[in-house]
């Protein structure tokens, strides 16, 4: 009993530390001493150091202080955080926070430097500013700075750290450029660019098949804000001389297929990309004969734009449904009355044009009349649907009928 009270009491102990901690035990905290400091190592006084975490827990934070004369100021984090450090000053500047893996209690040393700008102006082969240029500006192969050109071509740097720095030029349609660049109070570099041209290889494929195929006849479209043009295609690929440099749709043009919409990245190099694009859905519905007995069955056979027969789909006779095609596309319909009939198939959002079959009754005679599953009653192919021996759809049965009627009246009367 003493053990379960004992228990007891802890555990209402943690409970009551938990509420009043708002919830949840919080980590410990533990205070940086960050010394900032100028290039010369002198101590910088009155410059705002901005400290932000996360937790291995994801929880997120941030704290701020001013340092004093001798360049000192103390910051509190939890402890074991992920803590990064940047200074907040219009004198001075880090291109880059610094990152502390494991705070603990420590000093840190924060060196900055003093700030400074650079001006980049961009124009093209014969002097002309170009606006909307991307200018990149590099420390070290890293990217430190970046922007676009304004309506007069320029473009100024955020505060960096002064100094040289590498400056890469792009816009559409012109071959990259690069320039040096030196942040200071008045830092200004210009940079020419140049127009140029690469090879764009489109290949045109029909993904309804696996593995896609060629589509060999038809055409490509391919446009970007610097370009727009269309290539017939030639053993199923289409191939553009394109502007450089630019972010290109490409599209399939034919008649009866549906085009996807490709984004393909044309940089300097010559480029080969696939466009795709199926036939429109569509449907198709055939039926084995043209007149049908009232009461008999024709076979209806549904297909996809593809030409393929369709499983599942939804069969009518005039407007109301009577079944669905089975494995092989196929369904018999029986014919309710006399006169045209209209048939019409459908699968998901796709509906077929319609087709007529004529009912007719027993009595009536014509070629084309079907009085089976298939026409001649029997389950035939649909070669020989809808036939019979003579050639007379429908009605071989009753011409033999008449035939062996005419040679006996014949016999009769010579028998007289």
Known sequence: ????????????????????????????????????????????????????????????????????????????????????????????????????????????????????????????????????????????????????????????????????????????????????????????????????????RVRALDEHFDPPVPIENGSVEASSSVYDGEVTLTDGTASFTVPVNALYTVEVIKEGYDPSAERVRVREEPVTANATAQRTPALSVEPANDRVLVGETTRVTVRNAYGERVAGATVEVDGEAVGETDDRGEIDVRVPATGNRTIRAQDGAVASEPASVEGVEANESGDGVGNGSDGNGSEGSDDDAGTTDDGAAGFGAVAALVSLLTLGAASRRRGR
């Open 1 to 200: 009993m003493d053990a379960t009270r004992s228990a007891l009491v802890g555990a209402a102990v943690l409970f009551v530390a938990i509420l009043a901690s708002g919830g949840a035990v919080a980590d410990d905290p533990v205070t940086l001493t960050v010394s900032v400091t100028d290039r010369d190592g002198d101590a910088v006084g009155g410059a705002t150091v901005e400290a932000t975490w996360e937790t291995d827990a994801g929880d997120t934070g941030s704290a701020s202080g001013t340092t004093a004369s001798n360049g000192r100021v103390l910051l509190d984090v939890p402890e074991g955080a992920s803590v990064e450090l940047d200074v907040d000053d219009d004198r001075y500047v880090r291109n880059r926070p610094l990152a502390i893996a494991n705070a603990s209690e420590t000093d840190v040393a924060l060196g900055v430097a003093r700030s400074g700008t650079a001006t980049v102006t961009v124009v093209d082969g014969e002097n002309r500013s170009q606006a909307g240029a991307s200018v990149t500006v590099r420390e070290d192969g890293r990217a430190v700075d970046r922007g676009e050109t304004d309506d007069d071509g320029t473009y100024e740097t955020a505060r960096l750290e002064r100094g040289e720095y590498e400056v890469v030029v792009v816009k559409p349609g012109y071959v990259e450029a690069e320039g040096r660049a030196t942040a200071g109070p008045d830092g200004a570099v210009t940079v020419p660019i140049e127009r140029g041209t690469t090879t764009l």
